[in-house]
């Protein structure tokens, strides 16, 4: 089963543009990520960039609105991921609860849809689907 473990750091939501962790914190956030490669647990991982870097495209009657970041409305946002693989939601759960986080983040734990779980007439509507991921599960860069 696959589960990604978002990192919500509260107040990213309003970080200025620029804004970089605590070297001491990315070293202890390091050996947590080793471990979980040593585990053979880990797909993939990455950090983002504020909120207020970012940008937002919504749809109201088909036609797209892009919103600049920083999001006023927004109280959450997410600073980074981590893809895993292991057996259940409760392993997934003791993963992230070995993190090094401080108390303003929480990891939301969320399982990733696998095809076969889906209806026949999904998994034909979707067919090709694997075929957009790279290897690793993820876009190729460009």
Same mark, same amino acid.
């Given at each position: 089963?696959?589960?990604?473990? @978002?990192?919500?750091?509260? !107040?990213?939501?309003? *970080?200025?543009? &620029? ?5 001491? =914190? ?15 647990? @880990?797909?993939?991982?990455? !950090?983002?960039?504020? *909120?207020?870097? &970012? ?5 109201? =009657? ?15 946002? @997410? ?64």
């Amino acid at each position: 089963m696959r589960f990604m473990m @978002l990192m919500i750091p509260k !107040g990213y939501a309003t *970080a200025a543009p &620029g804004t970089m962790p605590d070297p001491k =914190a990315v070293e202890a956030m390091m050996k947590y990520n080793e471990s979980l490669q040593k585990a053979g647990v @880990l797909l993939s991982l990455d !950090g983002l960039h504020p *909120a207020s870097e &970012g940008a937002r495209v919504s749809f109201s =009657a088909g036609k797209p609105k892009v919103t600049d970041g920083p999001f006023i409305e927004t109280k959450e946002v @997410l600073g980074g991921y981590w893809m895993i693989q292991v057996k259940s939601k409760d392993e997934a759960i003791e993963w992230a609860s070995r993190c090094p986080a401080g108390e303003n983040e929480v990891i939301e734990i969320r399982q990733v849809f696998e095809m076969s779980e889906f209806p026949p007439d999904v998994q034909k509507a979707a067919a090709g689907f694997a075929d957009l991921q790279s290897p690793s599960g993820r876009p190729s860069e460009r």
